[in-house]
């Protein structure tokens, strides 16, 4: 297969205005993280929110992300579908950050985005606490928290 010559492409007829061939994209892109997800991803609003939740959820990983994030865009699909994994576990809850947020509980806590909490039994797994968008480290963090509570049941 060989490719088209400049001259083959022909030329445009006097008084004839050369078109693109690129149709214009209208649409502006932009990552918005709705409400909620289907039950499996919720959107922490606020350091009373937290507390609610860590009093209800064994098991809680938080996202901390920004809209303009680039590599917060990249992950998101991954960690929905780490929640969407563990969505039966009623003991584990997937909650995204928005440290954009004036009442974000972590947007004192983070120098770099993605950040990811671990917490368990309503405490902050500070040693598990995991910065960069490789979904495999969230994975590791999360698989460490299921086998201590497996081997330490309620």
Not at 34 to 62: A, D, G, T, W, Y
Not at 106 to 113: D, G, M, P, T
Request: hydrophobic share 30%; net charge positive; charged share 30%.
């Amino acid at each position: 297969m060989g490719y088209k010559k400049y001259s083959d492409l022909g030329k445009p007829k006097q008084n004839e205005a050369i078109k693109p061939n690129i149709k214009p994209n209208n649409t502006t892109e932009q990552f918005v993280m709705p409400k909620k997800l289907e039950k499996v991803l919720f959107n922490l609003e606020s350091k009373e929110h937290l507390n609610k939740v860590l009093q209800k959820h064994r098991i809680i990983i938080v996202d901390t992300w920004a809209n303009w994030c680039g590599p917060c865009k990249h992950i998101a699909p991954k960690f929905e579908i780490l929640a969407r994994q563990h969505a039966k576990n009623k003991d584990i809850l997937f909650m995204k950050d928005d440290i954009d947020n004036d009442n974000s509980p972590h947007k004192n806590e983070v120098n770099a985005i993605p950040t990811f909490f671990f917490y368990l039994e309503g405490k902050k797994q500070e040693k598990l606490k995991y910065t960069g968008a490789d979904i495999t480290n969230v994975e590791k963090n999360l698989n460490k928290i299921i086998e201590f509570c497996r081997k330490n049941p309620r």
